[in-house]
């Protein structure tokens, strides 16, 4: 088991976003009780806007399972992901996500498009939220708020 929960992994990355100038965002692939990937955003880093720490978790996962799927895994993710991280976690078949924030303007699990509600999702993972919501929240206000 790790040293620390899941959601606290991903809010640390989060802290190290932000320290890197991107915005505040980790997220966590477990499987069991095995971390298979622990990633930050880094769009800046990699001047690539997909480059979301849910995408890059994915990836990185993916790899290290090497079937093409997140079957019987875990999401931990600091903010509520957006269309295209949904569509990849759909895609992936990962079996829960864990969000901290909601994200009223661009989030796409239980705000926006609620994409695992609509009809043409073909696999919609069970949806914890608000896990480590306080911290996360106040992670993007600060990292924002120095953006304005």
Request: hydrophobic share 45%; net charge neutral.
């Amino acid at each position: 088991m790790p040293s620390q929960s899941p959601m606290d992994l991903a809010l640390t990355l989060a802290e190290e976003a932000a320290a890197n100038g991107e915005a505040p965002v980790g997220a966590v692939v477990m499987e069991g009780d095995t971390i298979l990937a622990a990633e930050r955003n880094r769009m800046k880093a990699l001047a690539d806007p997909t480059a979301h720490a849910e995408m890059l978790a994915i990836r990185t996962a993916l790899k290290t399972r090497a079937t093409g799927r997140l079957d019987g895994c875990d999401l931990y993710v600091t903010l509520e992901p957006c269309a295209m991280c949904a569509g990849a976690i759909a895609h992936t078949r990962l079996r829960r996500i864990y969000f901290a924030a909601e994200d009223i303007k661009a989030g796409a699990v239980e705000n926006g498009i609620r994409l695992f509600t609509q009809p043409t999702c073909h696999h919609a993972p069970e949806v914890i939220s608000g896990l480590g919501a306080s911290r996360s929240e106040a992670l993007l206000r600060t990292f924002f708020r120095a953006l304005r």
